[in-house]
Structures are given as structure tokens and as C-alpha cells.
């Protein structure tokens, strides 16, 4: 039976505009880029069949979705365009026969860029100062949500002059994302609060950039990257290699991560290099955007209705897999929250098995109408956890079964409440062993007090031993009690407690965000070991002055000043400071030291000092010890004989140090 060209056409547009509200006007997405790609490529090519039933309302004849109410409309004075898709090398080389016929060349230089997945925004700078942005909109009227990029630390709110000068006019466009580290931890407290968590980085950071309340963002670790300008007065630029240049020497982050390709060869060697390699980087990329690089062969090539002509994003392959649901079973967080994770037949997405993945909650298994015995939709990005995206009705059988929250713990037997207010269920009983597993897991952890050797495995032996049921029993080990643990040898045993003895040196940030406090990450934890100094000044504090702190939202304030009046909270701290804990005040936090803010890792061994002694003087100098090297870190010290640690800083270009520049450094001479 033939499809009514017609009918398709107009389900197609329902369907597509329903997503596209769902996506930009809510930021709840219920399909995945891949599908919403294929709808769209299905619409296309219709109308291209049917020329005659392409209508002006057509998604194909627009660039996006309108903007949402709440905030003021700005027409872009240059429209934001959306990109053209490719799906395959095949399509890349097709775009540039398009490209060189429309130029009359036999070669065009391009420029390989990665593709964010994060919310395009456009900033408005009039002599050098940031006077307006705002989201992209429907590519031609965006939102006003300058209040909320004001937050935003990586965006300058005054531009630095680039050769002595500042344009009088600059249209700079971008996108504002999170990254993947930031958005994992964010999830993990808002499932420890019971809320539900975020669906993907993209839709954090669109979300967290429409609050009304710019408090609420700026709570939110966004960052910036700009590639595009519209208008511009006052500064030449020709093509997107010296914009790109430009850019930074203005104040404005630029991706570093590109490359000039001398054909279309190079582009798609550089897409072959980030999709392989796309993993390892600190945010989420869906694809490559290619561009002609002269901005004077861009206004030859021209565009399209919805998209330039002189560019495309090639997108990665979708990132899910099929998999039956066996069964779903309840796993207990460090403050009692229960999460369902669905246990599934192995099956491989982009190399990696997964054999389990996160359902969220129980409103979240509702919603979805996922059931056990569901063929599922598995989705894995990056360093996300892996995640049901949804069931697969059509080859149900019958024999599938609805999933219902167990009355009690499945850990200690307790009752399991549902809060008013909440999404989550929780266990409340403080001494649960999985709370209390969890709640070391957190107090040992890199951001945390560090402690090198105390994994989930010694964890469980020492709780399931008894030996543990409070933070403070882990400063009451010795070296014999961890050696009579299972698959503890004296090296082992001696390596963990002389980690514990060096973790009861911290300081006061640390401490703060070990002790696992609502809505207290990393970054939150460091504002407020800035602003008070001593644990006693933070546990004093009143929501108003907690309140009266930038970065500090009215939710996060009462989560903090609820914690500190909790009895049993106020034991675990007591019973810490008993033990021998010294909560040292950040040094940047008293606005001294050399080492100020500076983050470090030690490799090797140091012929002038101890590795504890070492630790010891960066901390006092104000800096600080972490455990593995990543982007995020300053300096590597490397001593004689330096592990794997040392390869890696020069894999990610952070700075080396021998131990001669260390003590220069400590001498603040560096």
C-alpha cells in the first residue's frame, strides 16, 4: 500500500516540532540525536521528492525552535544558522564536490573543528565591554539570558585590547557546555538529594543557563567556547584560522583542538582521530564541524534556507545498542537514596560490554513504561553511565512484568520512605552497611581526603568485619587489624596506613566535601573554605550568610545549615577531630602562599624529603596533593624513578617539574 506523500509529510512536522519543543523550549528530550537526525533526513528528502508540498512552516524552512516565555526576545542581527548533517566519509566528500563546484576550485582549505554538544549563545561586546547575550532561539530571535552568562567565569566581561585595541562592535557566538567530570558529579548529588538526575551534559547546561534565578546558574560549573562571530567593527578578521587566533588574545576561549586541512583528506583524517579518541576528552563531542576557512569564498558559496552552504557537521555514529532487560535490582547510595539498575544481557556499544545500566528512580521506570523482559534501548556517552533510553513495546510478549520499589531495604531490612517532595525513595536507617560503605567510599575519594589504597573492596571487608561503622573508626586502624584483612599483605597494609595517617593533615575545603554535604561539590566546598576559613565559621553559618554568597543558591544554603544542625552530623565531626584530624585553613583562602590554588601530583622519589613531607609543604604553601594527572592539574613533580605519571603530564602537556624547580617553587622563586 502506497504512504500518502502528503500525510507522511505532515506526520513528519508534528512529530519533528513536538521533539524540537521537547529539546530546546523544555530541555527534556525524550529521543536521541541519532533518531531526531533520521526524522529529519526522512522530512528532507520528501520534500525534495515533492517540492510542491514545501510549505514556509516547515522545520526544513527554519532554522530551530522558538524561544521559551520567561525571557525577553532578541533578534540576532545575523542569523544563527543550524549546520547540514553527514553521517559517513562518502557525505563529507560529497559536501566538498559541492563546495568546489560552487567555488570554481580544484582544492578548499577547511577548518576541522570538534562539535560540542552544549547550547549556542551569542555575546554582544560594544567598546570592549560585554553588554548583552543570548541563546540562539529559532536562529533568528533568541532569549536574553545575560544575567546568567555574567556568571559564567569563563566569559570576560571586558575584552583584553589585541593590539592595543578593542573592537568597537563584536558579535562573538559559541556554546556553553559542562563537562563530562562536572556533569557526573552534579548527578551523583542530585541522586544523593533524591532529585532525578539530568539526562545528559547538553541538557545541564541549556537548563542551567535558562534560570530565571541567575544564582542557580552560577551554582553550575558552565564553560565557554566561542568559533563564530556576526557583526564586527573595528577588527579585520578573513578567515576562521586568524578568528580563531583572535579570539583568545580578546579574552575569548577558543578550542584549541582543531586542525587547517588543505582538502576534504585532512578533515576526515581528523574526524577518524576524535571519534576514536573522543572518550578522553573532558566534554561530551558528537561530530566534527568542517568550514571553509576563507570568509571571502564563504559569502561566494552562500546558504540554503536553514544552513550555509560552506560548512557541515559530520556526526559520530550513535552511541546505543539493544539489549534485553533480565531484571532490575536496587542499589543504596551514602544517604539511603535507592536506584533501580537495570541488569541486562551483555551487549557491546562502541567496543565497551555493558552488562548493567542506571534507570534513576521509579518515576523514571514509569514514565518510560520500562518493564522487566524489555528489549531496551542502551545509550553510552562518554564517561557517562551507561543509561536506558527506552523500551522497545513492539517486541513485547506478554510475559514482561512491571518493576515495583521494594517496601524494604535490600540491605538491612529497614523501612524504605518516600519523602514529600522527593522523587527518591530512601532507606533512613544511619547505620545500613551500604550507607555506610558508600559514605567511606566519599571520604576516602581523590577530591576528598585522598586515602590511596582504600577501595571498594577494602571498604567492604572493613565494614562487613565490623571493624568500621563511623568515619572516625577509620583514623582507629592499625597496621596489624588491616593486615588480618583478606588480600592484605604487610606492604599493603603498611602503604594504607600510612595514608590515613597523612589524610588526618587536610584542609578545610577538603574536609568539607568528604563529609558529603547536599548540594556541597568540590567547587562549592572551596568557596566556602574562602569565605569562612575554620570548620567552626562554617557549621556557625546562618542560611543569610550563606545566602549572601554568589555562588550559593537559597536550596543549597538550607541543605548546609540542615546538615550541621543534625546531631548525628555533629558527632561524626566531633569523633573526627577526637581521632587526630587537623582540618587545616586553605591557604588560598587566607589569600597567601605560594602554591597558592595550584594543583600537584608527585612521581618518583625525592632525595631531599619524604613524600609525606613533601605533601606537607605544598599544603602549607597552599597548594594541593591530588592522586592522578589529569587536564585539570598544574604542575607533576617528578623524582628519580618516576612512574607512569610522569608519561601522562607530557601526554597532556602539563608542566614537569625536577625537584631542583619544585624547591625554587616552594621558595616562592618559581
Same mark, same amino acid.
Given at each position: 500500500?502506497?504512504?500518502?506523500?502528503?500525510?507522511?509529510?505532515?506526520?513528519?512536522?508534528?512529530?519533528?516540532?513536538?521533539?524540537?519543543?521537547?529539546?530546546?523550549?523544555?530541555?527534556?528530550?525524550?529521543?536521541?540525536?541519532?533518531?531526531?537526525?533520521?526524522?529529519?533526513?526522512?522530512?528532507?528528502?520528501?520534500?525534495?521528492?515533492?517540492?510542491?508540498?514545501v510549505?514556509?512552516?516547515?522545520?526544513?524552512?527554519?532554522?530551530?525552535?522558538?524561544?521559551?516565555?520567561?525571557?525577553?526576545?532578541?533578534p540576532?542581527?545575523?542569523p544563527?544558522?543550524?549546520?547540514?548533517?553527514?553521517?559517513?566519509?562518502?557525505?563529507?566528500?560529497?559536501?566538498?564536490?559541492?563546495?568546489?563546484?560552487?567555488?570554481?576550485?580544484?582544492s578548499?582549505?577547511?577548518?576541522? +573543528?570538534?562539535?560540542?554538544?552544549?547550547?549556542?549563545?551569542?555575546?554582544?561586546?560594544?567598546?570592549?565591554?560585554?553588554?548583552?547575550?543570548?541563546?540562539?532561539?529559532?536562529?533568528?530571535?533568541?532569549?536574553?539570558?545575560?544575567?546568567?552568562?555574567?556568571?559564567?567565569?569563563?566569559?570576560?566581561?571586558?575584552?583584553?585590547?589585541?593590539?592595543?585595541?578593542?573592537?568597537?562592535?563584536?558579535?562573538?557566538?559559541?556554546?556553553?557546555?559542562?563537562?563530562?567530570?562536572?556533569?557526573?558529579?552534579?548527578?551523583?548529588?542530585?541522586r544523593?538529594?533524591?532529585?532525578?538526575?539530568?539526562?545528559?551534559?547538553r541538557?545541564?547546561?541549556?537548563?542551567?543557563?535558562?534560570?530565571?534565578?541567575?544564582?542557580?546558574?552560577?551554582?553550575?560549573?558552565?564553560?565557554?567556547?566561542?568559533?563564530?562571530?556576526?557583526?564586527?567593527?573595528?577588527?579585520?578578521?578573513?578567515?576562521?584560522t586568524?578568528?580563531?587566533s583572535?579570539?583568545?588574545?580578546?579574552?575569548?576561549?577558543?578550542?584549541?583542538?582543531?586542525?587547517?586541512?588543505?582538502?576534504?583528506?585532512?578533515?576526515?583524517?581528523?574526524?577518524?582521530?576524535l571519534?576514536?579518541?573522543?572518550?578522553?576528552?573532558?566534554?561530551?563531542?558528537?561530530?566534527?564541524?568542517?568550514?571553509?576557512?576563507?570568509?571571502?569564498?564563504?559569502?561566494?558559496?552562500?546558504?540554503?534556507?536553514?544552513?550555509?552552504r560552506?560548512?557541515?557537521?559530520a556526526?559520530?555514529?550513535?552511541?546505543?545498542?539493544?539489549?534485553?532487560?533480565?531484571?532490575?535490582?536496587?542499589?543504596?547510595?551514602?544517604?539511603?537514596?535507592?536506584?533501580?539498575?537495570?541488569?541486562?544481557?551483555?551487549?557491546?556499544?562502541?567496543?565497551?560490554?555493558?552488562?548493567?545500566?542506571?534507570?534513576?528512580?521509579?518515576? +523514571?521506570?514509569?514514565?518510560?513504561?520500562?518493564?522487566?523482559?524489555?528489549?531496551?534501548?542502551?545509550?553510552?556517552?562518554?564517561?557517562?553511565?551507561?543509561?536506558?533510553?527506552?523500551?522497545?513495546?513492539?517486541?513485547?510478549?506478554?510475559?514482561?512484568?512491571?518493576?515495583?520499589?521494594?517496601?524494604?531495604?535490600?540491605?538491612?531490612?529497614?523501612?524504605?520512605?518516600?519523602?514529600?517532595?522527593e522523587?527518591?525513595?530512601?532507606?533512613?536507617?544511619?547505620?545500613?552497611?551500604?550507607?555506610?560503605?558508600?559514605?567511606?567510599?566519599?571520604?576516602?575519594?581523590? +577530591?576528598?581526603?585522598?586515602i590511596?589504597?582504600?577501595?571498594?573492596?577494602?571498604?567492604?571487608?572493613?565494614?562487613?568485619?565490623?571493624?568500621v561503622?563511623?568515619?572516625?573508626?577509620?583514623?582507629?586502624?592499625?597496621?596489624e587489624?588491616?593486615?588480618?584483612?583478606?588480600?592484605?599483605?604487610?606492604?599493603?597494609?603498611e602503604?594504607?596506613?600510612?595514608?590515613?595517617?597523612?589524610?588526618?593533615?587536610?584542609?578545610?575545603?577538603r574536609?568539607?566535601?568528604?563529609?558529603?554535604?547536599?548540594?556541597?561539590?568540590?567547587?562549592?566546598?572551596?568557596?566556602?573554605?574562602?569565605r569562612?576559613?575554620?570548620?567552626?565559621?562554617?557549621?556557625?553559618?546562618?542560611?543569610?550568610?550563606?545566602?549572601?554568597?554568589?555562588?550559593?543558591?537559597?536550596?543549597?544554603?538550607?541543605?548546609?545549615?540542615?546538615?550541621?544542625?543534625?546531631?548525628?552530623n555533629?558527632?561524626?565531626?566531633?569523633?573526627?577531630?577526637?581521632?587526630?584530624?587537623?582540618?587545616?585553613?586553605?591557604?588560598?583562602?587566607?589569600?597567601?602562599g605560594?602554591?597558592a590554588?595550584?594543583?600537584?601530583?608527585?612521581?618518583?622519589?625525592?632525595?631531599?624529603?619524604?613524600?609525606?613531607?613533601?605533601?606537607?609543604?605544598?599544603? +602549607?604553601?597552599?597548594?594541593?596533593?591530588?592522586?592522578?594527572?589529569?587536564?585539570?592539574?598544574?604542575?607533576v613533580?617528578?623524582g628519580?624513578?618516576?612512574?607512569?605519571?610522569?608519561?601522562?603530564?607530557?601526554?597532556?602537556?602539563?608542566?614537569?617539574?625536577?625537584?631542583?624547580?619544585?624547591?625554587?617553587?616552594?621558595?616562592?622563586?618559581?
Amino acid at each position: 500500500m502506497m504512504t500518502d506523500p502528503r500525510r507522511e509529510i505532515e506526520r513528519l512536522r508534528a512529530e519533528i516540532e513536538r521533539h524540537n519543543y521537547l529539546y530546546h523550549v523544555l530541555d527534556r528530550p525524550e529521543i536521541s540525536d541519532a533518531e531526531y537526525d533520521r526524522l529529519f533526513r526522512r522530512l528532507i528528502e520528501l520534500e525534495e521528492e515533492h517540492p510542491e508540498l514545501v510549505t514556509p512552516d516547515s522545520p526544513t524552512q527554519r532554522v530551530g525552535a522558538p524561544p521559551a516565555e520567561g525571557f525577553a526576545p532578541v533578534p540576532h542581527a545575523i542569523p544563527m544558522l543550524s549546520l547540514a548533517n553527514a553521517f559517513d566519509e562518502d557525505e563529507l566528500r560529497d559536501f566538498d564536490r559541492r563546495v568546489r563546484e560552487l567555488l570554481g576550485v580544484d582544492s578548499v582549505r577547511y577548518v576541522a +573543528e570538534p562539535k560540542l554538544d552544549g547550547l549556542s549563545v551569542e555575546l554582544v561586546y560594544r567598546d570592549g565591554r560585554f553588554v548583552r547575550g543570548s541563546t540562539r532561539g529559532d536562529g533568528r530571535v533568541g532569549e536574553d539570558v545575560t544575567s546568567n552568562l555574567r556568571t559564567i567565569r569563563s566569559i570576560p566581561l571586558r575584552l583584553r585590547p589585541a593590539d592595543g585595541t578593542v573592537p568597537a562592535l563584536l558579535e562573538v557566538r559559541g556554546e556553553v557546555y559542562i563537562e563530562k567530570a562536572d556533569f557526573a558529579s552534579l548527578n551523583e548529588e542530585r541522586r544523593r538529594e533524591g532529585l532525578a538526575p539530568f539526562a545528559n551534559p547538553r541538557n545541564l547546561a541549556a537548563g542551567s543557563l535558562r534560570q530565571l534565578d541567575p544564582k542557580i546558574t552560577a551554582q553550575r560549573p558552565l564553560k565557554a567556547f566561542f568559533y563564530d562571530i556576526g557583526r564586527a567593527e573595528g577588527i579585520a578578521i578573513t578567515t576562521q584560522t586568524a578568528l580563531l587566533s583572535t579570539l583568545p588574545r580578546l579574552g575569548l576561549r577558543a578550542n584549541p583542538l582543531y586542525r587547517v586541512c588543505d582538502g576534504i583528506e585532512g578533515a576526515i583524517s581528523f574526524y577518524r582521530e576524535l571519534e576514536e579518541g573522543r572518550d578522553a576528552l573532558p566534554y561530551e563531542a558528537d561530530g566534527v564541524v568542517v568550514k571553509v576557512d576563507d570568509f571571502a569564498a564563504r559569502r561566494i558559496a552562500g546558504e540554503v534556507s536553514r544552513s550555509p552552504r560552506w560548512a557541515i557537521a559530520a556526526k559520530f555514529p550513535a552511541e546505543e545498542g539493544i539489549s534485553r532487560l533480565v531484571d532490575i535490582e536496587v542499589s543504596v547510595g551514602r544517604t539511603g537514596v535507592l536506584t533501580p539498575v537495570a541488569i541486562l544481557e551483555p551487549v557491546r556499544v562502541r567496543g565497551v560490554e555493558i552488562t548493567s545500566a542506571t534507570l534513576h528512580n521509579a518515576d +523514571e521506570i514509569e514514565r518510560k513504561d520500562i518493564r522487566i523482559g524489555d528489549y531496551v534501548v542502551v545509550q553510552r556517552a562518554g564517561d557517562v553511565i551507561p543509561q536506558v533510553v527506552r523500551p522497545l513495546p513492539e517486541r513485547r510478549t506478554g510475559k514482561e512484568r512491571a518493576f515495583v520499589m521494594p517496601n524494604a531495604c535490600p540491605v538491612c531490612g529497614s523501612e524504605i520512605v518516600r519523602l514529600e517532595g522527593e522523587v527518591a525513595h530512601r532507606c533512613l536507617n544511619t547505620a545500613c552497611p551500604a550507607r555506610i560503605k558508600q559514605s567511606l567510599l566519599h571520604f576516602a575519594s581523590k +577530591e576528598g581526603l585522598d586515602i590511596d589504597g582504600l577501595g571498594e573492596k577494602a571498604v567492604d571487608r572493613l565494614v562487613e568485619r565490623g571493624l568500621v561503622s563511623r568515619l572516625g573508626d577509620l583514623f582507629r586502624l592499625d597496621r596489624e587489624t588491616i593486615a588480618s584483612l583478606e588480600r592484605f599483605g604487610p606492604k599493603s597494609a603498611e602503604n594504607l596506613a600510612s595514608a590515613l595517617e597523612r589524610a588526618k593533615r587536610t584542609t578545610l575545603s577538603r574536609f568539607l566535601f568528604a563529609l558529603g554535604i547536599p548540594g556541597v561539590g568540590s567547587h562549592i566546598a572551596e568557596v566556602l573554605a574562602r569565605r569562612f576559613g575554620t570548620i567552626d565559621r562554617v557549621t556557625s553559618a546562618t542560611e543569610e550568610n550563606l545566602i549572601a554568597i554568589p555562588e550559593i543558591g537559597p536550596e543549597t544554603a538550607a541543605a548546609i545549615v540542615r546538615f550541621f544542625a543534625n546531631a548525628e552530623n555533629k558527632r561524626t565531626i566531633g569523633d573526627l577531630l577526637s581521632v587526630g584530624l587537623e582540618i587545616g585553613s586553605d591557604l588560598s583562602a587566607g589569600g597567601g602562599g605560594p602554591l597558592a590554588g595550584r594543583r600537584f601530583v608527585l612521581t618518583g622519589t625525592l632525595a631531599s624529603m619524604s613524600r609525606d613531607e613533601a605533601i606537607a609543604r605544598i599544603n +602549607e604553601a597552599g597548594g594541593r596533593v591530588t592522586g592522578s594527572v589529569s587536564r585539570k592539574t598544574d604542575f607533576v613533580v617528578v623524582g628519580r624513578d618516576p612512574g607512569a605519571k610522569a608519561q601522562r603530564a607530557i601526554e597532556l602537556g602539563v608542566t614537569t617539574l625536577t625537584e631542583e624547580e619544585f624547591l625554587r617553587l616552594l621558595a616562592g622563586d618559581g
